[in-house]
């Protein structure tokens, strides 16, 4: 299922460096559930999907779990403890090593961060 080009996530104001929220899209009985985050200036974003088991990356209380290792920050998946480093998406630790995060393409105009459409070849 492709991602809802032009979708708002979010307002970029309300993202706070360091920080991840779980940000859904509705479109009728279509639901698209994406991690976003500011990190060193740059608003990145993910599907909010470990690749492990397929299971939501966030916590019960739908927050995200973020961890401190040395300079780097990692996600971690709320159901088997995955570790993922927040700026490439890679798996570092936990089951799943290997198999990384999908990046989502998003733009920030206006103060609204957008779904964007991938850059050519991507999909």
Do not use: K
Not at 11 to 32: F, Q
Not at 33 to 48: E, F, P
Not at 72 to 97: E, K, M, N, S, W
């Amino acid at each position: 299922m492709s991602d809802p080009i032009g979708a708002r996530l979010a307002r970029s104001d309300d993202l706070a460096e360091g920080e991840a929220r779980v940000c859904d899209v509705r479109d009728g009985a279509r639901l698209w559930s994406y991690v976003v985050l500011q990190l060193n200036g740059s608003t990145i974003a993910y599907d909010n999907l470990c690749p492990h088991a397929r299971f939501p990356l966030e916590r019960m209380d739908g927050g995200v779990t973020l961890l401190r290792e040395g300079d780097r920050l990692l996600i971690q998946c709320a159901a088997h403890g995955a570790a993922f480093d927040a700026a490439t998406g890679a798996c570092v630790a936990g089951p799943g090593t290997g198999r990384g995060l999908r990046r989502v393409a998003v733009a920030v105009a206006d103060g609204d961060v957008r779904i964007a459409a991938p850059p050519q070849g991507e999909t």
